[in-house]
C-alpha cells in the first residue's frame, strides 16, 4: 500500500510537460484524459482496499469480543473449579483462562494497531481524491483553452487570411471566393433588371391596347 501510495503520489505531482514524450505533446489533451483516466482507476482500487482493511478490522473486533466473553467464562468456572479442588480440572480452566486473556490482548494490540493503519489510509484515501478533482478541474481548463484556441485559429485563417500558414494559396482561394460571391451578385442584379425592364414593357403594351382599339 505504501509502495503504490508513493508511486501515485509521484505521479501526481510530476510536471505535466516533462512527464510527456513526443507522442503526448502531439495530442497532449488525449493523454491527459488518458492520465486522469488512469489516476480515477488507481483511486477506486485503493478505495477497495480501504474498504477490505475495514472488514479485516470488523473481523478482528468480532474475535475480540468473543475471546472476551470465553475469558470471562473461563474464569468464573475456574472459581468453581477451585471449590472442587479437583486438580486437573483446576489446570484446565487456568490453561484456557490463560489463553483466552492472551488471544484478548493480542486482539486489542492488533485493533488498535489496525485502526491507526486505517486512519492513516483514510486520510490519504481523500488526499487521492483531492487530487483527482483537481485534475479533472485542470482538465476541464486545459479543454476550454484549446477550444478557444481551434476557434480563433479558424476564424483567423478566415478572417486574415494572409496570416495563415501557406498564405498564397489561401489568399487565392479567398479571392475566388470574393470574385464568385460578385460575379453571382452581378448575375442576380442583371436578372432583376431585365426582369423590371420586362414588367415596363408589358406595362407598356396594356397603355397602348385601348388606343388600338379606339381608332
Known amino acids: 500500500m505504501t509502495t503504490l501510495w508513493k508511486r501515485f503520489k509521484y505521479t501526481i505531482n510530476a ?4 512527464a510527456f514524450d513526443k507522442k503526448e505533446q502531439e495530442n497532449p489533451i488525449a493523454m491527459l484524459n488518458q492520465y486522469v483516466r488512469e489516476a480515477e482507476k488507481q483511486t477506486e482500487q485503493t478505495g477497495k482496499w480501504i474498504e477490505r482493511q475495514s472488514q479485516l478490522k470488523g ?11 470465553m475469558l470471562k467464562k473461563r474464569t468464573t468456572q475456574l472459581e468453581l473449579a477451585h ?5 486437573e480440572l483446576i489446570d484446565f480452566a487456568q490453561a484456557e483462562v490463560a489463553a483466552y486473556a492472551n488471544r484478548t490482548d493480542v486482539l ?20 487521492m481524491k483531492h487530487k483527482v478533482k483537481d485534475m479533472k478541474v485542470r482538465q ?29 494559396k489561401r489568399l487565392v482561394a479567398f479571392d475566388e ?23 415596363r414593357l408589358e406595362m407598356l ?7 388600338q382599339e379606339i381608332v
Open 15 to 18: 510536471d505535466l510537460h516533462n
Open 108 to 127: 486489542q494490540a492488533s485493533i488498535l494497531r489496525t485502526t491507526e493503519e486505517l486512519f492513516g489510509l483514510e486520510q490519504k484515501y481523500e488526499e
Open 205 to 211: 403594351e396594356k397603355k397602348e391596347e385601348p388606343k
Open 140 to 168: 476541464l481548463q486545459l479543454m476550454g483553452k484549446e477550444n478557444v484556441t481551434r476557434a480563433h485559429h479558424q476564424m483567423d485563417k478566415m478572417l486574415q487570411p494572409e496570416s495563415s500558414k501557406n498564405a498564397d
Open 83 to 87: 471449590q472442587t479442588s479437583e486438580g
Open 177 to 199: 471566393m470574393e470574385q464568385y460571391i460578385e460575379r453571382l451578385g452581378q448575375r442576380i442584379e442583371k436578372q432583376h433588371d431585365v426582369s423590371s425592364m420586362e414588367r
Open 59 to 69: 473481523q478482528l473486533e468480532k474475535e475480540l469480543l468473543e475471546a472476551q466473553e
